[in-house]
């Protein structure tokens, strides 16, 4: 199984600063097809997770252009450009290249 | 819009059944794959299992093989989750999600969520 490790553990951020998060992964998430499936959510405080980024570095369907994600291989970061008071929430990176679809542990945002 | 509906959520006694069901709306269900994602309480996700479109292959993760049963009724829009020998640590929110897939979207994600049930299993 891949196991997803993100740092840090928590995250206490400055309103409009930028922030960034880390997620690695114990094996290459390049895929066979070319594509590397690493995915961002995003989960509000009492609310189902969102997707935010896929394929390492696109953003789904409405969400905000301060949120981008980089990476290649095992090593993948998501950054908010400025941190606004809707972004407190708990951030999880997931890999769908291989069954089981595995998570990582999340990293909490709060605000300063 | 995209609705996913889960119910069938309760208190169960550890080696108890439960049946979850998914209703879905707002996209052409029989073309997705779909999931159940559960997360214990104060925890991280956890992907339990997927099924094709058609049903005709399942995965499971190692910690529910043999005990949980994934299925879907195309012509009903929902999907079921049967799940037995229940134990304390399957407690969790489970979620019902659309997997937006390499056969239908050329990529892979979880691209729509539920609201939660919640199963709690204990004496």
């Known amino acids: 199984d891949i196991v997803m490790t993100q740092t840090p553990l928590s995250s206490p951020v400055t309103l409009g600063q930028p922030a960034s998060f880390s997620c690695r992964s114990s094996?290459?998430?390049?895929?066979?097809?070319?594509?590397?499936?690493l995915n961002w959510l995003q989960q509000r405080p009492g609310q189902p997770p969102r997707l935010l980024i896929y394929k390492i570095s696109n953003r789904f369907s409405g969400v905000p252009d301060r949120f981008s994600g980089s990476g290649a291989g095992t090593n993948f970061t998501l950054r908010i450009s400025r941190v606004e008071a809707e972004d407190v929430g708990i951030y999880y990176c997931?890999?769908?290249?291989?069954?089981?679809?595995?998570f990582g542990g999340g990293t909490k945002v709060e605000i300063k | 819009e995209v609705q996913l509906v889960e119910s069938g959520g309760g208190l169960v006694q550890p080696g108890g059944s439960l049946r979850l069901s998914c209703a879905a709306s707002?996209?052409?269900?029989?073309?997705?794959?779909m999931s159940w994602v559960r997360q214990a309480p104060g925890k991280g996700l956890e992907w339990v299992a997927t099924i094709i479109s058609t049903g005709s292959r399942i995965y499971y993760a190692d910690s529910v093989k043999g005990r949980f049963t994934l299925s879907r009724d195309n012509s009903k829009n929902t999907l079921y989750l049967q799940m037995n020998s229940l134990r304390a640590e399957d407690t969790a929110v489970y979620y019902c999600?659309?997997?937006?897939?390499?056969?239908?979207?050329?990529?892979?994600?979880?691209?729509?969520w539920g609201q939660g049930t919640l199963v709690t299993v204990s004496s």
């Open positions: 997931m890999q769908a290249t291989q069954y089981p679809l595995t």
């Open positions: 094996q290459s998430l390049a895929n066979s097809d070319g594509n590397t499936y």
């Open positions: 707002g996209f052409t269900f029989n073309t997705y794959e």
């Open positions: 999600a659309k997997y937006c897939t390499t056969n239908s979207c050329y990529t892979r994600y979880f691209d729509s």
